[in-house]
């Protein structure tokens, strides 16, 4: 049975949903945003950021703050960094909760969230939702950024299958921001999955690629962290078809999902969905499991 509590976590006023294994805290005082994600009662693996912060001229403040938010790309800092400082509008649904941010100025968008947790075990479901309320169409993808602590690893499968059936056309790619270091020494490039060691002490990276398989996971502390969108081939995605993305700093790491870039009309509302699920040390999914070891043994 899933719990609703209403409190404050890290400064903010916040619904805590929980069941007996996962713990999920979702303000209500700024976003839409999720600041807190516990596991079989165990800290907060997401990272919280209270001085994080970009000054774009003539806007108030953006504060990146942590946890779990929502963007939309193409990353532009007129549209990107606009402050979610203001409280959203909440309701309670059954294991979860509604959110409801006031809308983007100067673009028009609204951003909402739909988040539900398992009865009892450590899975969690949300729906992203970007409405166009301004009177011009926006061309944008849904973009789903979850921040969380730095110290694990992040692991990311990569396309082994043939694209033709004599294996002779290329069957995957990899795409690189102008401040990555190819031979930066927290990557490693594998035949099966792409590791990252969220160990920087400065800098950052950020790689991303499609991603069929659909899943991203971080392992930290014993504890995985394994997040999932539906990859849909014939979609136009942004940034050379990364639908999947990492970017790492050295307080955190980020796992992130685009959705289909799309020409949002007014009144039109876009969905992207996610669905996380934390497992203990001894209940890895074999697949992920098989990586991650084969990682620590080389």
């Given at each position: 049975?899933?719990?609703?509590?209403?409190?404050?976590?890290?400064?903010?006023?916040?619904?805590?949903?929980?069941?007996?294994?996962?713990?999920?805290?979702?303000?209500?005082?700024?976003?839409?945003?999720?600041?807190?994600?516990?596991?079989?009662?165990?800290?907060?693996?997401?990272?919280?950021?209270?001085?994080?912060?970009?000054?774009?001229?003539?806007?108030?403040?953006?504060?990146?703050?942590?946890?779990?938010?929502?963007?939309?790309?193409?990353?532009?800092?007129?549209?990107?960094?606009?402050?979610?400082?203001?409280?959203?509008?909440?309701?309670?649904?059954?294991?979860?909760?509604?959110?409801?941010?006031?809308?983007?100025?100067?673009?028009?968008?609204?951003?909402?969230?739909?988040?539900?947790?398992?009865?009892?075990?450590?899975?969690?479901?949300?729906?992203?939702?970007?409405?166009?309320?301004?009177?011009?169409?926006?061309?944008?993808?849904?973009?789903?950024?979850?921040?969380?602590?730095?110290?694990?690893?992040?692991?990311?499968?990569?396309?082994?299958?043939?694209?033709?059936?004599?294996?002779?056309?290329?069957?995957?790619?990899?795409?690189?921001?102008?401040?990555?270091?190819?031979?930066?020494?927290?990557?490693?490039?594998?035949?099966?999955?792409?590791?990252?060691?969220?160990?920087?002490?400065?800098?950052?990276?950020?790689?991303?690629?499609?991603?069929?398989?659909?899943?991203?996971?971080?392992?930290?502390?014993?504890?995985?962290?394994?997040?999932?969108?539906?990859?849909?081939?014939?979609?136009?995605?942004?940034?050379?078809?990364?639908?999947?993305?990492?970017?790492?700093?050295?307080?955190?790491?980020?796992?992130?999902?685009?959705?289909?870039?799309?020409?949002?009309?007014?009144?039109?509302?876009?969905?992207?969905?996610?669905s996380w699920k934390i497992y203990s040390e001894s209940k890895w999914p074999e697949e992920i499991a098989a990586?991650?070891?084969?990682?620590?043994?080389?």
């Amino acid at each position: 049975m899933v719990k609703h509590t209403q409190m404050q976590f890290e400064g903010f006023d916040c619904v805590k949903l929980e069941n007996e294994q996962l713990a999920l805290w979702v303000t209500t005082s700024i976003g839409p945003r999720v600041l807190g994600l516990s596991a079989f009662g165990r800290e907060n693996m997401f990272v919280i950021l209270p001085d994080a912060k970009y000054d774009h001229p003539g806007r108030e403040t953006y504060y990146f703050r942590g946890g779990h938010r929502l963007w939309y790309a193409p990353e532009k800092p007129e549209i990107t960094y606009i402050p979610d400082n203001q409280a959203v509008a909440f309701e309670e649904i059954e294991n979860g909760v509604k959110l409801v941010q006031p809308v983007d100025e100067p673009s028009g968008v609204q951003k909402s969230f739909g988040i539900r947790i398992a009865d009892s075990s450590a899975e969690v479901e949300i729906d992203h939702f970007l409405t166009n309320l301004g009177n011009n169409p926006i061309d944008l993808a849904p973009w789903a950024i979850t921040q969380l602590r730095a110290g694990g690893v992040g692991i990311f499968p990569q396309q082994t299958g043939f694209d033709d059936e004599h294996g002779l056309l290329p069957n995957r790619h990899l795409v690189l921001w102008p401040y990555t270091k190819i031979n930066s020494p927290q990557i490693h490039w594998g035949d099966e999955a792409v590791y990252l060691e969220a160990n920087m002490t400065e800098g950052a990276l950020k790689i991303g690629f499609p991603n069929p398989a659909g899943w991203l996971a971080y392992a930290l502390d014993g504890t995985l962290f394994v997040k999932r969108a539906i990859y849909h081939s014939d979609a136009n995605y942004l940034d050379r078809r990364a639908s999947s993305q990492c970017y790492s700093a050295p307080q955190f790491i980020e796992l992130e999902t685009l959705g289909a870039y799309v020409s949002l009309q007014p009144g039109e509302t876009i969905r992207h969905q996610e669905s996380w699920k934390i497992y203990s040390e001894s209940k890895w999914p074999e697949e992920i499991a098989a990586l991650y070891h084969g990682f620590v043994k080389e």
